[in-house]
Protein backbone atom coordinates (compact mmCIF):
# COMPACT_ATOMS: atom_id res chain seq x y z
CA UNK A 1 0.00 0.00 0.00
CA UNK A 2 2.79 2.30 1.06
CA UNK A 3 4.90 1.81 -2.14
CA UNK A 4 1.96 2.40 -4.59
CA UNK A 5 1.03 5.08 -2.99
CA UNK A 6 4.91 6.12 -3.53
CA UNK A 7 5.14 5.40 -6.82
CA UNK A 8 2.07 7.48 -7.34
CA UNK A 9 4.27 10.37 -6.30
CA UNK A 10 7.41 9.99 -7.92
CA UNK A 11 7.61 13.40 -10.25
CA UNK A 12 8.55 13.36 -14.17
CA UNK A 13 10.95 15.32 -14.66
CA UNK A 14 10.61 16.74 -18.71
CA UNK A 15 12.01 19.51 -20.85
CA UNK A 16 9.97 21.75 -23.30
CA UNK A 17 9.66 24.21 -25.67
CA UNK A 18 7.21 27.28 -24.64
CA UNK A 19 5.85 30.66 -26.42
CA UNK A 20 8.01 33.93 -25.90
CA UNK A 21 4.59 34.79 -25.08
CA UNK A 22 4.57 33.22 -21.68
CA UNK A 23 7.95 34.23 -20.52
CA UNK A 24 7.39 37.20 -18.22
CA UNK A 25 4.86 34.59 -16.49
CA UNK A 26 7.63 31.58 -16.56
CA UNK A 27 10.34 33.55 -15.54
CA UNK A 28 8.66 35.14 -12.94
CA UNK A 29 8.53 33.78 -9.26
CA UNK A 30 7.14 30.53 -8.34
CA UNK A 31 3.77 31.76 -7.87
CA UNK A 32 -0.08 28.85 -7.16
CA UNK A 33 -1.93 27.49 -10.16
CA UNK A 34 -5.18 25.55 -10.92
CA UNK A 35 -6.42 23.40 -13.86
CA UNK A 36 -9.05 25.46 -15.92
CA UNK A 37 -9.77 22.60 -18.21
CA UNK A 38 -8.01 19.48 -19.25
CA UNK A 39 -8.65 17.36 -22.35
CA UNK A 40 -6.39 14.21 -23.97
CA UNK A 41 -4.02 16.80 -26.13
CA UNK A 42 -3.46 19.32 -23.57
CA UNK A 43 -4.41 21.48 -20.15
CA UNK A 44 -4.94 24.89 -19.55
CA UNK A 45 -3.36 26.29 -16.32
CA UNK A 46 -4.70 29.35 -14.81
CA UNK A 47 -1.54 31.56 -12.56
CA UNK A 48 -2.62 33.51 -9.84
CA UNK A 49 -0.56 36.61 -11.21
CA UNK A 50 -1.41 40.36 -12.83
CA UNK A 51 0.56 39.53 -15.55
CA UNK A 52 -0.42 38.23 -19.02
CA UNK A 53 -0.77 35.79 -20.18
CA UNK A 54 -2.09 34.19 -17.06
CA UNK A 55 -3.35 31.09 -18.79
CA UNK A 56 -0.87 28.95 -20.12
CA UNK A 57 -1.97 26.03 -22.24
CA UNK A 58 0.43 23.16 -21.68
CA UNK A 59 0.12 20.61 -24.52
CA UNK A 60 1.15 17.48 -26.42
CA UNK A 61 2.44 17.56 -30.01
CA UNK A 62 -1.66 16.37 -30.78
CA UNK A 63 -2.44 19.83 -29.54
CA UNK A 64 -3.39 23.21 -31.15
CA UNK A 65 -0.66 25.32 -30.44
CA UNK A 66 -1.72 28.59 -28.64
CA UNK A 67 0.32 31.43 -28.51
CA UNK A 68 0.70 30.86 -24.96
CA UNK A 69 1.70 27.31 -25.27
CA UNK A 70 4.33 25.15 -23.42
CA UNK A 71 4.99 22.13 -25.82
CA UNK A 72 6.34 19.14 -24.36
CA UNK A 73 6.70 15.72 -25.98
CA UNK A 74 6.26 13.68 -23.22
CA UNK A 75 2.35 12.19 -22.02
CA UNK A 76 0.46 14.58 -20.04
CA UNK A 77 -0.61 14.04 -16.79
CA UNK A 78 -3.73 12.95 -15.53
CA UNK A 79 -5.18 15.75 -13.54
CA UNK A 80 -8.44 17.30 -13.01
CA UNK A 81 -10.46 20.84 -13.24
CA UNK A 82 -9.47 22.87 -10.13
CA UNK A 83 -6.21 20.44 -9.38
CA UNK A 84 -3.37 22.75 -8.12
CA UNK A 85 -0.20 23.61 -9.73
CA UNK A 86 2.58 26.03 -9.96
CA UNK A 87 4.72 28.01 -12.42
CA UNK A 88 7.04 30.39 -12.15
CA UNK A 89 11.10 29.89 -12.36
CA UNK A 90 11.40 28.42 -15.41
CA UNK A 91 8.97 25.59 -14.63
CA UNK A 92 5.64 23.94 -14.17
CA UNK A 93 4.18 21.70 -11.79
CA UNK A 94 0.92 20.12 -12.15
CA UNK A 95 0.63 16.58 -10.80
CA UNK A 96 3.67 14.33 -11.33
CA UNK A 97 4.73 16.18 -13.90
CA UNK A 98 7.78 18.78 -13.37
CA UNK A 99 8.48 20.83 -17.07
CA UNK A 100 11.18 22.84 -17.15
CA UNK A 101 11.80 25.34 -20.09
CA UNK A 102 14.60 24.89 -22.37
CA UNK A 103 13.79 26.42 -25.61
CA UNK A 104 11.40 29.39 -26.98
CA UNK A 105 9.29 29.74 -29.92
CA UNK A 106 8.43 33.30 -31.37
CA UNK A 107 4.24 33.46 -31.80
CA UNK A 108 4.66 36.72 -33.97
CA UNK A 109 7.52 36.45 -36.51
CA UNK A 110 7.58 39.19 -38.28
CA UNK A 111 6.25 38.92 -42.62
CA UNK A 112 8.55 41.56 -43.72
CA UNK A 113 7.59 44.25 -46.08
CA UNK A 114 4.80 43.33 -48.48
CA UNK A 115 3.33 45.09 -51.44
CA UNK A 116 -0.07 45.81 -51.28
CA UNK A 117 -1.04 45.24 -54.62
CA UNK A 118 0.10 41.95 -54.29
CA UNK A 119 -2.20 41.75 -51.05
CA UNK A 120 -5.04 42.65 -52.74
CA UNK A 121 -4.73 39.88 -55.90
CA UNK A 122 -4.41 37.19 -53.60
CA UNK A 123 -7.41 38.10 -51.45
CA UNK A 124 -9.36 37.87 -54.42
CA UNK A 125 -8.08 34.02 -55.39
CA UNK A 126 -8.23 33.10 -51.77
CA UNK A 127 -11.33 34.73 -49.75
CA UNK A 128 -11.95 33.13 -46.88
CA UNK A 129 -14.88 30.46 -46.89
CA UNK A 130 -17.09 29.09 -43.98
CA UNK A 131 -19.61 29.77 -41.28
CA UNK A 132 -18.66 31.65 -38.49
CA UNK A 133 -20.82 31.22 -35.39
CA UNK A 134 -21.50 35.42 -35.32
CA UNK A 135 -22.23 35.96 -39.44
CA UNK A 136 -24.38 38.55 -40.24
CA UNK A 137 -24.53 40.09 -36.56
CA UNK A 138 -24.89 43.62 -36.66
CA UNK A 139 -21.89 44.24 -34.30
CA UNK A 140 -19.67 42.38 -36.48
CA UNK A 141 -20.72 44.17 -39.49
CA UNK A 142 -20.57 47.65 -37.82
CA UNK A 143 -17.01 46.14 -36.73
CA UNK A 144 -16.18 45.46 -40.34
CA UNK A 145 -17.75 49.12 -41.65
CA UNK A 146 -16.21 50.87 -39.31
CA UNK A 147 -12.51 49.76 -39.72
CA UNK A 148 -12.39 50.21 -43.61
CA UNK A 149 -13.62 53.52 -43.38
CA UNK A 150 -11.35 54.37 -40.54
CA UNK A 151 -13.92 55.10 -38.03
CA UNK A 152 -12.45 54.58 -34.67
CA UNK A 153 -15.73 55.41 -32.68
CA UNK A 154 -17.28 52.75 -34.77
CA UNK A 155 -14.69 50.72 -34.55
CA UNK A 156 -14.26 50.63 -31.06
CA UNK A 157 -18.21 50.65 -29.86
CA UNK A 158 -18.74 47.16 -31.92
CA UNK A 159 -15.38 46.08 -30.76
CA UNK A 160 -16.76 46.03 -27.32
CA UNK A 161 -19.86 44.96 -28.16
CA UNK A 162 -18.19 41.30 -29.39
CA UNK A 163 -15.94 41.05 -26.41
CA UNK A 164 -16.84 37.60 -24.77
CA UNK A 165 -19.97 37.42 -26.95
CA UNK A 166 -20.85 33.72 -27.49
CA UNK A 167 -20.62 30.63 -25.56
CA UNK A 168 -17.07 27.80 -25.07
CA UNK A 169 -13.57 28.97 -23.61
CA UNK A 170 -13.63 30.87 -26.85
CA UNK A 171 -16.47 32.75 -27.39
CA UNK A 172 -16.69 33.06 -31.56
CA UNK A 173 -16.77 37.45 -30.62
CA UNK A 174 -13.21 37.26 -29.05
CA UNK A 175 -11.74 34.77 -31.95
CA UNK A 176 -13.28 37.74 -34.68
CA UNK A 177 -11.31 40.27 -32.44
CA UNK A 178 -8.25 38.11 -31.85
CA UNK A 179 -7.95 37.57 -36.11
CA UNK A 180 -8.48 41.46 -36.63
CA UNK A 181 -6.01 42.28 -34.00
CA UNK A 182 -3.59 40.44 -35.39
CA UNK A 183 -4.05 41.07 -38.72
CA UNK A 184 -4.07 44.91 -38.48
CA UNK A 185 -0.61 44.75 -36.84
CA UNK A 186 1.09 42.19 -38.98
CA UNK A 187 0.12 43.44 -42.32
CA UNK A 188 -0.58 47.20 -41.27
CA UNK A 189 3.12 46.97 -40.60
CA UNK A 190 4.19 44.67 -43.82
CA UNK A 191 2.48 47.22 -46.03
CA UNK A 192 3.64 50.44 -44.39
CA UNK A 193 -0.46 51.17 -43.64
CA UNK A 194 0.26 52.95 -40.50
CA UNK A 195 -3.62 54.28 -40.20
CA UNK A 196 -4.42 50.50 -39.82
CA UNK A 197 -1.48 50.07 -37.06
CA UNK A 198 -2.74 52.78 -35.43
CA UNK A 199 -6.33 51.20 -35.27
CA UNK A 200 -5.10 48.09 -34.28
CA UNK A 201 -3.53 49.81 -31.26
CA UNK A 202 -6.75 51.31 -30.44
CA UNK A 203 -8.79 48.67 -30.51
CA UNK A 204 -6.35 46.07 -28.99
CA UNK A 205 -6.26 48.74 -25.61
CA UNK A 206 -10.29 48.90 -25.47
CA UNK A 207 -10.89 45.55 -25.80
CA UNK A 208 -8.18 44.67 -23.20
CA UNK A 209 -8.68 46.99 -20.90
CA UNK A 210 -11.12 44.87 -19.10
CA UNK A 211 -11.57 41.54 -20.63
CA UNK A 212 -10.72 39.41 -17.43
CA UNK A 213 -14.27 41.02 -16.20
CA UNK A 214 -16.04 39.86 -19.71
CA UNK A 215 -14.98 36.78 -20.77
CA UNK A 216 -13.52 33.60 -19.97
CA UNK A 217 -9.75 33.73 -18.44
CA UNK A 218 -8.18 31.60 -21.71
CA UNK A 219 -10.06 34.03 -24.11
CA UNK A 220 -9.07 37.18 -22.34
CA UNK A 221 -5.54 35.87 -22.31
CA UNK A 222 -5.59 34.90 -26.01
CA UNK A 223 -6.85 38.95 -26.76
CA UNK A 224 -3.79 39.91 -24.75
CA UNK A 225 -1.84 37.74 -27.10
CA UNK A 226 -3.81 38.93 -30.20
CA UNK A 227 -2.95 42.96 -29.01
CA UNK A 228 0.33 41.75 -29.26
CA UNK A 229 0.44 40.28 -32.81
CA UNK A 230 0.78 36.67 -31.59
CA UNK A 231 -1.06 33.91 -32.93
CA UNK A 232 -1.44 30.51 -33.52
CA UNK A 233 0.46 28.95 -36.42
CA UNK A 234 -2.69 28.46 -38.70
CA UNK A 235 -3.20 32.00 -38.10
CA UNK A 236 0.06 33.10 -39.08
CA UNK A 237 0.17 31.01 -42.19
CA UNK A 238 -2.98 32.78 -43.06
CA UNK A 239 -1.24 36.14 -42.85
CA UNK A 240 1.84 34.82 -45.04
CA UNK A 241 -0.08 33.46 -47.62
CA UNK A 242 -1.60 36.68 -48.30
CA UNK A 243 1.90 38.30 -48.14
CA UNK A 244 2.36 35.43 -51.00
CA UNK A 245 5.46 33.70 -48.59
CA UNK A 246 3.67 30.46 -49.25
CA UNK A 247 -0.08 29.00 -50.65
CA UNK A 248 -2.74 30.67 -49.34
CA UNK A 249 -5.72 28.19 -49.85
CA UNK A 250 -4.23 25.10 -47.80
CA UNK A 251 -3.33 27.38 -44.83
CA UNK A 252 -6.95 28.76 -44.78
CA UNK A 253 -8.32 25.06 -44.75
CA UNK A 254 -6.17 24.31 -42.00
CA UNK A 255 -7.37 27.23 -40.30
CA UNK A 256 -11.21 26.45 -40.99
CA UNK A 257 -10.77 23.35 -39.21
CA UNK A 258 -9.90 24.38 -35.49
CA UNK A 259 -12.89 23.81 -33.36
CA UNK A 260 -16.26 24.04 -33.94
CA UNK A 261 -16.14 27.72 -35.00
CA UNK A 262 -13.09 29.38 -33.95
CA UNK A 263 -11.69 28.86 -37.48
CA UNK A 264 -14.34 30.44 -38.93
CA UNK A 265 -14.29 32.94 -36.78
CA UNK A 266 -10.74 33.91 -36.82
CA UNK A 267 -10.68 33.64 -40.39
CA UNK A 268 -13.62 36.29 -40.24
CA UNK A 269 -11.61 38.37 -38.50
CA UNK A 270 -8.52 37.98 -40.80
CA UNK A 271 -10.75 39.36 -43.94
CA UNK A 272 -12.11 42.36 -41.73
CA UNK A 273 -8.53 43.82 -41.24
CA UNK A 274 -7.58 42.53 -44.45
CA UNK A 275 -10.25 44.53 -45.74
CA UNK A 276 -9.04 47.31 -43.25
CA UNK A 277 -5.55 47.66 -44.25
CA UNK A 278 -6.52 47.82 -48.48
CA UNK A 279 -8.99 50.48 -47.52
CA UNK A 280 -7.00 52.80 -45.31
CA UNK A 281 -3.96 52.63 -47.51
CA UNK A 282 -5.30 53.43 -50.46
CA UNK A 283 -4.41 56.85 -51.47
CA UNK A 284 -7.56 57.56 -53.07
Known sequence: MTVGTHARRVRVHVTGAASTAVRPVLESPRRPARVLAAFSAGIYLEVRTE???????????????????LLL????????????????????????????????????????????????????????????????????????????????????????????????????????LAGLLVTLRHLGTATGVERAVRLGGWLAAAVTFDARTRTTPLSATLLHCAARGEACPEVIAVLRGLAGRQPLEPALRRLHSLGHTSGADLAQGIAIGLDAVLALGDPR
Open 51 to 69: LEPSVIAVISGEGIRLPNS
Open 73 to 176: AAELPRVTVGDEAFAGDGSVEVGRLSLRVRRWWDPAPALGEVDPRTLASLCLTGEAQGAPGLAGHDAVELLAASCASGWLLGAVTAAERLVGLGPGLTPSGDDV
